[in-house]
């Protein structure tokens, strides 16, 4: 767009999910993906998930949707719109999550410390990742040198604001440099399809040739990025007994902004003004090119155009070139875990306040405002221009999506979706039966089981964690909560990945739209300890991993064992051996489990691929009894290598010969007995 230009044209939605109407969406079948936060351990758990389901076929024109939450949206984001084949980008999808899946048996230490170097995996990495506007935050004298600046700058106002854009846009900096800029992602506006970008030039002559990021391709899955709206930047910091009227902010293929119908009202309450109230309104979709302009609209002079369906073209003030919304906005507000944080930190540490200026600040007007009762403009015609009624824009602060729910499973609920998969790459194990019966007691906030999980089945303890700003997620029946968790907490004590299809039932919740009875089948894979996938591996690589070489033991009993690796006590910057590791387990979980993976995905099932131990045909054929038989002795064979792989390290109190089997507090001595019966070959 030519600078200078104070105008642009973009279509605004109040209402129904606008991709609705595009047959492009509409015609898939109803599957979501939902992706969950974490930073990089998030990352590369979703590029493992990603890779396997690339493998088997199950992605592109078989997903309606791709929802994703902070580091999960890294990865959505990056394979979404990466663009292959440019210079210095992977050739294919392929090659972008970093080679076709490999089997725990046939890694090796010196493969798994070798990232490919146009794998969208190097960006776990990159030690760019704790920088923040040239200050390495990880460091206690990072809040420091950002007072430094800002004493230097305070006399000269230019240099000041200069200042302070630059610290509100270091995150998106950050995270746009180290994630999506590898990968040949442009950090400029984006779009659905080619369409879109046409009828968008058409409108704004002005933007002549201005780069668009598309797709890599039209089978791509219908883009949905999650983050949160805080709040009006000059009432900050809030009262935290008003954090649970935040409301979900999200970034998608074709636009953006808070679901809500009609115009809702966030209430915030001003710490710093003990007893007033601050109010905004919130709500509709507009393209990311008409996003974050100032005083937009300008109550009564901006004017909305009739012409076109689905929708209306408004005429709203442009945003000034660093303002203009990018991808890189999208993951960077999406990821930005602190943001609450550092809004409100004038509360919680005032030493530090120079770090309410770290957190991502836009101009946010309501764009259901400017259609008229909601509705939207003609069907073709001769367009006819009236004036825009509504509150003018307000510099807002956003976060994280997670601030409020790190499972992206609610954004596909609210759109009708009826058939999830949901990864979580959730940094707390999950608690062993003899530790936590889910039939027996809730459990315990982020101890016993990860709040983003607990909280969607209105689990009580979990809604009230962390000043209630999960109070609003209960979606599904309470009553199928603990049956999930026994079944993800069985499959774990058999030694296999937490993968659990279960059908699920909706309650009504008003405040994220949700409908009550709708039936939902949900295919979760909880990141955990995996038992085979660890014996698996070849002794050395067993060795290491015992060893602590990839983070704490997975038999340690550390809660941050790995895969559930701490990313604040690693400043989220990981070893290649560490990325490729998780991703290579999660993979592996997928694969183990193809048929639930197939039948979520409503793919038609793929030829049965190369499994180990799989009985040949002669001996399948010879009947139920004699292939029984065969199987058991397989078994012990099986058995008896993995008791050969496992390192002869033993624990404090172990008997010569006895396997280790408890992890994370998950008593997994079952899962092992008959190994432990067999006598190891010399």
């Not at 410390?113 to 200050?135: C, E, F, H, Q, Y």
């Not at 206690?140 to 230019?158: C, F, H, K, N, S």
């Not at 048929?595 to 409503?602: E, S």
Request: glycine share 10%; charged share 15%.
């Amino acid at each position: 767009m030519a600078s200078g230009d104070p105008w642009v044209s973009a279509k605004v939605w109040a209402g129904r999910f606008p991709e609705l109407a595009d047959e492009r969406v509409s015609l898939r079948p109803n599957v979501g993906i939902a992706l969950s936060g974490g930073g990089n351990r998030a990352y590369s758990a979703s590029i493992g998930l990603l890779r396997a389901l690339t493998q088997l076929g199950l992605l592109g024109d078989h997903v309606r949707y791709l929802s994703a939450v902070s580091g999960g949206s890294w990865a959505a984001t990056a394979y979404t719109y990466y663009s292959r084949g440019a210079p210095g980008v992977a050739d294919s999808d392929i090659e972008l999550l970093g080679g076709q899946p490999v089997a725990a048996a046939d890694l090796s230490l010196s493969g798994l410390a070798t990232m490919p170097p146009r794998a969208m995996g190097v960006a776990s990495t990159d030690k760019r990742n704790r920088v923040l506007a040239g200050i390495d935050v990880s460091k206690t004298d990072g809040v420091v040198e950002i007072e430094q600046r800002l004493r230097a700058a305070a006399t000269r106002p230019e240099a000041l604001a200069q200042l302070e854009r630059s610290l509100r846009s270091a995150w998106v900096d950050m995270v746009y440099s180290v994630y999506l800029a590898p990968v040949g992602i442009g950090n400029h506006s984006w779009a659905w399809h080619a369409d879109e970008v046409a009828e968008l030039r058409a409108r704004n002559e002005e933007l002549g040739d201005a780069p668009f990021a598309l797709p890599a391709d039209e089978s791509r899955p219908f883009l949905i990025v999650n983050a949160v709206l805080l709040g009006p930047s000059a009432s900050a910091p809030w009262l935290p007994s008003s954090w649970s009227s935040l409301r979900r902010f999200e970034f998608t293929s074709s636009y953006v902004g808070v679901y809500a119908r009609p115009l809702l009202t966030s209430h915030l309450l001003p710490a710093l003004s003990i007893g007033s109230t601050v109010e905004q309104r919130l709500g509709g979709f507009v393209q990311p090119l008409g996003f974050g302009g100032p005083n937009a609209p300008p109550n009564g002079s901006a004017t909305r155009q009739a012409g076109g369906s689905g929708g209306a073209w408004v005429r709203v003030p442009a945003p000034q070139p660093e303002s203009r919304l990018s991808l890189g906005d999208a993951v960077g507000w999406s990821s930005c875990a602190s943001g609450i944080e550092w809004a409100n930190i004038a509360i919680i540490n005032q030493s530090q306040a120079a770090l309410s200026l770290l957190t991502p600040q836009a101009s946010y007007w309501p764009p259901a405002a400017a259609v008229d009762g909601g509705g939207g403009g003609g069907d073709g015609g001769t367009d006819t221009t009236t004036p825009v009624q509504g509150p003018p824009s307000t510099a807002t602060l956003f976060a994280d999506g997670g601030t409020i729910d790190n499972s992206g499973v609610i954004d596909l609920l609210v759109r009708g979706t009826t058939t999830i998969v949901a990864l979580l790459s959730s940094s707390v194990p999950l608690a062993g039966r003899h530790l936590w019966d889910p039939s027996e007691r809730e459990p315990t906030p982020d101890v016993d089981a990860d709040c983003a999980i607990c909280s969607l089945f209105g689990v009580g303890s979990c809604l009230a964690a962390s000043f209630g700003l999960q109070e609003h997620n209960h979606v599904f029946e309470i009553a199928q909560f603990a049956p999930l968790m026994r079944r993800m907490q069985d499959r774990i004590a058999a030694g296999d990945a937490a993968v659990v299809t279960i059908p699920l039932t909706t309650v009504a919740n008003e405040w994220w739209g949700v409908e009550a009875g709708v039936a939902v089948s949900v295919t979760w894979l909880y990141l955990s300890h995996y038992e085979r996938f660890y014996l698996d591996l070849p002794p050395e690589v067993n060795t290491a991993l015992r060893a602590g070489a990839f983070g704490p033991s997975p038999w340690s009993g550390e809660h941050t064992a790995f895969p559930h690796l701490d990313i604040m006590a690693t400043a989220d910057v990981f070893t290649p051996s560490q990325a490729n590791l998780i991703a290579h387990q999660v993979a592996a979980s997928v694969l183990a489990n193809e048929q639930l993976f197939q039948a979520a995905l409503g793919a038609p099932p793929a030829a049965p691929s190369a499994a180990p131990y799989r009985l040949p045909p002669v001996l399948a054929a010879i009947g139920p009894l004699a292939a029984s038989a065969v199987a058991v002795l397989a078994a012990l064979m099986v058995a008896m290598r993995r008791r050969r792989a496992t390192p002869p390290t033993l624990e404090a109190g172990q008997a010569d010969g006895q396997a280790s089997c408890v992890t994370h507090g998950l008593d997994e001595r079952p899962v092992l007995e008959l190994l432990d019966k067999t006598p190891a070959r010399s």
